[in-house]
């Protein structure tokens, strides 16, 4: 017999023993199993169950058995029999694969191997925990079988029916039915839905068509806001018709007998009919002005609708003249569009020449769409357009109500300029040579040095003033007398008296604080721009000095500075002065102090809002029964409240259910879910102080006791 047999009988062995092992754990729960089914179904269920555990037992079995394959043989080996040398492993592996001494080795082992039992290796049995399992299986058996078996309880037969009670048979409804009929505006065709919860077009008119069984003696509809519709009995029917402009809730009423069908609430959803939508294409500003030769102003813009649009029409307003002497003129236009009932598209061109407009004029117009809802059609309109026609610029400015200063020069710019002739200097520096280099830097740098000084004055800084040289052609009358070249010189000035400081400095010296330039900026626009003349000082001195590469930097620093003074276009000071108020004349003197109120702030109570909300949501976390009164004025309120949407029926139809049941706790629960987005947001309170923590108040009460007169330490 080969190795590889013997190994393969040992292992088919000891999975044989793990398999009884587990069969013979399984059985007393499946003998107790199958007594309770024989006891409680009868035999055929016990004979199902039997079959079904034997076969999920033995998939076990066979799954625990697997577990067991050759190398956990080998463990056995080595493990139960010291002949094996822990050398079993060897067997597992062909002999020609192993090295000489191993070969050796595998033979002494292979020979060893035939004196193996496979009682020697296979698990042992559990004998005491088998007994007590079987034990306590045969109690449970004996249990279930000496038990003594239940009376079958017969049904008690239903008591016969009185003349009385079979008078009053409950109707119930078997069949319900809506006609919807749309608004005409809407041209919508008219519809029927087979359910009592529907959703329509607001301002639809509903028929109900409801039929039952038995007939009852009246029916009709009670709405939530406490309306009633009365049905009226129509060939087998029960009908009623009526007009939906909001949500509702209702239920049915049959002659005052409570049923299913009468306590149950149903939802009538309402879609509003939407404005139309303007969307305006050009202009796409709302200020436009008037270019030179322009004769016709063209509006071009689309409207729509949900069901259809109406007339559309834009109202003109034409201001002429200025001052006091202003004309207004109006008009109104209806206009015409293209394209379909619910889209269209229009242009509308305005002959300026017409309407006299002319300069100094303002044209403004307002465009107004409507739908064909009815009785009261929904308006959209359009923020005014307005066409201007600026006044040719005016130099007395005296009779304005406020000063208005210009922050940005039209020199602001060039600093770009700068940057941009500095960047074409650096890419063009291997082509020129080092002089003309210099030179080109060092016109950049006088470029940056004139627009510094320009800066400058807006801080009131130092003008310098560059003088020019002597030209060739002047005469020497003007050459002997320097005050010829200075236009601004004076002929009949009287010279400087000595010891007159005032006038040494109006001679030789100038004034670098003017009240203007001081003022003209607010202190942050003043700081900034003096980082923008700092930037500039660093680019300028690079320039000169022909590195334009490190001044390139500094002059991006001094734009970004510019870009933020440019931020604030213009600066409004308001001139206004100290208003008081009218002087009573007839409490004037009087003597009595009536009507007169304290200046001080009293504190006043929060005004509560939604206060039967909150009432009902702390009644209904307390036990009991009593919340009627709450929930009542709950209803009120939601009735009274403006709901196109229908967003509070929720919480409406959850109120009506409670009241009915106050028992019902579920009821609760949906009514609070329905009323938490209703909750008012409470108001800010004042947090306490946080208290101090045991380390901290020990420390305080040492320095008290360490100072107790106060005294710091």
Known sequence: MSTRVQLASLLRAARLRRVLIVLAYALPALAVAVAAGWRCLGSDAAGGILASLLGVSALIAIGYASRLDLPWLCRQLDSKHRTMDDSSTLLLQHPANLPPLAQLQRARIATRLCNVRAADLCPAWPRRTLLSLWLLGAVAIA??????????????????????????????????????????????????????????????????????EPEPMQASLMFIDGSALE???????????????????????????????????????????????????????????????????????EASDDYGLGRVEAAMTHSQGSGENVQFSDS???????????????RHAIDLDALGFAEGDDLIVRLSVYDNRQPQANVSKHPSLILRWPPPASAASDALEG?????????????????????ALIAERAQLSKATFVDRSDAIGVDQ???????????????????????????????????????????????AQLGDDVAVVAQFGHSHDHAEATTLFDPATRALLKSALDAMWQSEGMLRQGQ???????????????????????????????????????????????????RGDPLRNVERERVAVAAAWQALDQPGDSVDNELAALSNWIIAQDDPDGALLDALAATATLRRDPTCSQCRLQLKHALWPL???????????????DSARAYLDAIEQDHPDGAQP
């Open 679 to 693: 909750l008012p947001t409470p108001p800010a309170q004042a947090q306490l102080r946080p208290q101090l923590s």
């Open 231 to 301: 049905l009226q009995p129509v060939a087998g029917e029960w009908q009623g018709e009526r007009e939906v402009s909001a949500p509702a809730l209702y239920r049915l009423d049959i002659a005052a007998v409570a049923s299913e069908s009468s306590s149950r609430l149903y939802r009538i959803q309402t879609t509003p009919d939407l404005a139309p939508n303007l969307r305006m294409i050009e202009p796409t500003q709302a200020l436009s002005l008037h270019q030179s030769g322009q004769r016709t102003w063209i509006l071009r813009f």
């Open 403 to 423: 000063i208005v200063q210009s922050t940005l020069p039209a020199y602001f710019r060039s600093q770009r300029q700068i940057i941009i002739d500095t960047e």
């Open 143 to 212: 249990a279930v079988v000496l038990l003594p078996a239940r009376p079958t309880v017969l049904p008690t037969p239903p008591a016969p029916v009185t003349a009385a009670e079979a008078a009053i048979i409950l109707p119930r409804l078997v069949k319900a039915q809506i006609d919807v009929t749309p608004p005409p505006y809407t041209g919508l065709s008219a519809y029927t839905s087979d359910e009592l919860d529907t959703e329509v077009v607001q301002g639809a008119r509903l028929r109900w068509r409801l039929r039952f």
């Open 332 to 346: 109104v236009s209806t206009l015409t569009g293209t394209g379909s009932a619910i889209r269209r598209q229009y």
């Open 548 to 598: 334009p590469s490190d001044a390139l930097p500094h002059a991006y620093r001094a734009l970004a500075f510019i870009k933020q003074v440019q931020q604030a276009s213009r600066i409004y000071l308001s001139r206004v002065g100290l208003e008081l108020p009218p002087i009573d004349f007839a409490r004037r003197l009087g003597g009595k102090p009536s009507g007169q109120r304290s």
């Open 449 to 495: 040095r004139i627009l510094r000084l320009r800066y400058g004055q807006f801080l009131g800084e130092e003008t310098e003033v560059i003088e020019r040289p002597p030209q060739a052609d002047d005469s020497n009358e003007t050459a002997s007398d320097p005050g010829h070249g200075d236009p601004d010189h004076d002929h009949d000035a009287e010279p």
